[in-house]
Each structure stands twice: as C-alpha cells, then as structure tokens.
Nanobody, 115 residues
Framework: QVQLVESGGGLVQPGGSLRVTCAASGIAFSIYDMSWYRQAPGSQRELVAVITSGGITNYGDSVKGRFTISRDNGKKMVYLQMNSLKPEDTAVYYC?????????WGQGTQVTVSS
C-alpha cells in the first residue's frame, strides 16, 4: 500500500521559516520524481517544487530563492524548507510522487502565514 504522509505544517509569522516533510512508503522511492504542490482556498493546485530521481530541482516562480526541496532516499523522505514566508504562501501543501504512469498524493498539511 502506497502512503505519502506530510507533516510539519502550522502557523508562522510573515518572514518566518517552516519545514514540511513527506514520508513515503510502499514505493521504490529512489526512482520517483518527488514534488510539492499547494492549493489555497478558491485557487487551483500549483506546483511549488520538484526534485527528480536524479536530484535535479525546479521551483515555481513565486518561491524561487525562498524555498528549497531536498530528498533522502535512504529514509524515503522529501523535505521542503520554506524561508521568508509571505501571507500568500498560505495553503495546503501536498506531497506528490510520480514515475511513468504511477502518480500518488498525500493528504496535505496546512501552512498558514499570518501575524
């Protein structure tokens, strides 16, 4: 059974930092491209960051220079370090794993940036 479990969300003040984590099980983690998406109320889900199985990273324009995605294949974990957070970063953050036609999602973790 495939599971992606996000954690680490919460409330943070503008300018603060937060790290969200995704723990994967039931997949050959190292061959999957791993991504973080987010969805704010009333908005479409958008790509935040992706790290390929080879370790290549790419970021959405709105988070470049502020967010960093990383992975630990031994622990089957993917991380999203978020710095200089803004109120517009408020959203549910979802972990995604993808390999060919295999596409899995976590349940999401809420990140709220507010004073």
């Amino acid at each position: 059974q495939v599971q992606l479990v996000e954690s680490g969300g919460g409330l943070v003040q503008p300018g603060g930092s937060l790290r969200v984590t995704c723990a994967a099980s039931g997949i050959a983690f190292s061959i999957y491209d791993m991504s973080w998406y987010r969805q704010a109320p009333g908005s479409q889900r958008e790509l935040v960051a992706v790290i390929t199985s080879g370790g290549i990273t790419n970021y959405g324009d709105s988070v470049k220079g502020r967010f960093t995605i990383s992975r630990d294949n031994g622990k089957k974990m993917v991380y999203l370090q978020m710095n200089s957070l803004k109120p517009e970063d408020t959203a549910v953050y979802y972990c995604n794993s993808r390999y060919v036609t295999y596409d899995y999602w976590g349940q999401g973790t809420q990140v709220t940036v507010s004073s």
